[in-house]
């Protein structure tokens, strides 16, 4: 932690030696995340997984497994925060749990670097578990995401505390650097690094499965995929709109993945423009590499996006993307090469870079560049390392305090 306890001297003396770091010695990493269907808490499982796999020990902390936490992967634990319930407790103290969850990891099972991901509201719970165990050590890392600085950084119910703790924590992360920029700006901090969203390429890989391609669309039918928690940043109408446009050129079919409050929205669009009948809303999958596979085009038309996990996934699959040139997407899509970016709101550009992938040459390019893309500067072997260097690095630094 940046700060210790109140008497820090006092503190110190009694503090217990960190252990020197070995490359190899494993980590015991605690990630605290979302588990809703939301980028950030995928992140945060996968990573988990990545390093469970490679020998460390990784503790899942949240109010419910994440939706992609598989049952029991290899060195992977969950542990879930305990909400109290009272009757004066109109909202219940989350904070608070959780950095007492944070603490019962840290003490029982030996937890030494706590990451969250997404800072609000985890940051200020782990800086304040960091404080509850110290003199113990407890390196607090955090990663941003995406609306946690945009939105909620301005959101001024909450940001003092937002930028304190920013400030308190041991290591903040960013995912793009657009997002970097927008944080250092936002919370004046001196040091985001840049460590960017990664994929599987092994089960994030291209499933033909030709019987669910028949079964969600006629042959012959562009398939355009939309996959998001359906919030108002994603201008779902512009999906549809994007959507009708095409399907007014081709024949073509529309795959809607997930599930939020634009749903609604989007079926009104849909009944609107008259392609209802061609869009269909598939809800929230655990596995979503087989439903990727079956789309021709992978649709994101956002107001803003730090990254664009759901974008890299797709492009892992072999599916090249229609974006906006907003935020991070133009840092994981190459236009031109692997998809095409375009303004928000420009519906006509957008439904002319589907229809341009229409064209089975261009599709097979592009498609094999987006994979490529994917997995050279976003695999997970390329990326976790960046996670695990940072936590030796954190906890180095505490050994040289200590
Ligand atoms: O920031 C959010 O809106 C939520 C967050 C999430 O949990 O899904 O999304 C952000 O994080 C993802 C994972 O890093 C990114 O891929 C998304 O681009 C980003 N969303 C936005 O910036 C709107």
Known sequence: MAEGPEAPGDAAAAAPKARPQSARRPLHVALVCHPTQGGSGVLATELARELGRRGSIAHVVSYQPPLRLPR?????????????????????????ALATKI??????????????????????????????VAPAPLRVVVTLHGTDVTQLGDDETIAPALAWSLRKCDAVTAVSASLAAAARERFGLDHVRVIPNFVDPVSMRPHRDPALRASLAAPGDLVLLHASNFRPVKRIPDVV?????????RPAVLLMLGDGPEVAAAHRMARELGVADRVHFLGMHEDVAPLLS?????????????????ALEAMACEVPVVAT???????????????????????????????????PATHATMASQARHRAVTAFGAARVVPRYEALYREVLAAEAGRA
Not at 110 to 131: I, S, W
Not at 345 to 352: F, N, Q, R
């Open 325 to 359: 040139c907003v935020g991070g997407l133009p840092e994981v899509i190459e236009h031109g090469r692997t998809g095409w970016l375009c303004p928000p709101g420009d519906i006509e550009g957008m439904a002319a870079a589907c229809l341009r992938l229409a064209d």
């Open 103 to 132: 603490v019962e990891v840290a003490r029982y099972e030996g937890v030494e670097v706590v990451h969250v991901h997404y800072a609000v509201p985890h940051a200020f719970a782990a800086v304040t578990a960091a404080a509850m």
């Open 72 to 96: 029991f992967p290899p060195n992977v634990f969950f542990h879930e925060v305990d909400l109290p319930s009272h009757p004066l407790l109109v909202h219940a103290p989350y904070e608070m």
């Open 241 to 249: 709109r994007v959507f009708a446009a095409v399907a007014r050129a």
């Open 294 to 310: 079956v789309a021709d085009v992978f649709l994101l038309p956002s107001e803003t996006e730090s990254f664009g996990l759901a």
